[in-house]
C-alpha cells in the first residue's frame, strides 16, 4: 500500500487478500511507553507508526 522507507526497511503499509491492513514497523520497547497502555491481549503487540506514513496513505474523503 505505502512506505515512507526509500531504502527497503519498515515502516511500511501492506493490505492483505482480506482487505486487512498490516503495519511493518518497530515493536514498542520502552517500560514507561507500555505502562501506558492498557487492554492489550496475549499475541498483541504495539508498534510504532510514524504519523507520516498514515496521514500520507489514508484513505482521504
Known amino acids: 500500500m505505502g512506505t515512507t522507507s526509500y531504502d527497503g526497511k519498515c515502516p ?8 486487512q491492513i498490516v ?3 518497530y515493536r514498542l520497547t520502552g517500560e514507561e511507553a507500555l505502562e501506558q497502555l492498557r ?21 482521504k474523503e
Open 23 to 25: 503495519v511493518q514497523e
Open 39 to 59: 487492554d492489550g491481549l496475549p499475541g498483541e503487540t504495539f508498534v510504532v507508526v510514524p504519523r507520516e506514513l498514515l496521514t500520507r496513505f489514508a484513505p
Open 12 to 19: 511500511t503499509l501492506y493490505e492483505t487478500n482480506d482487505g
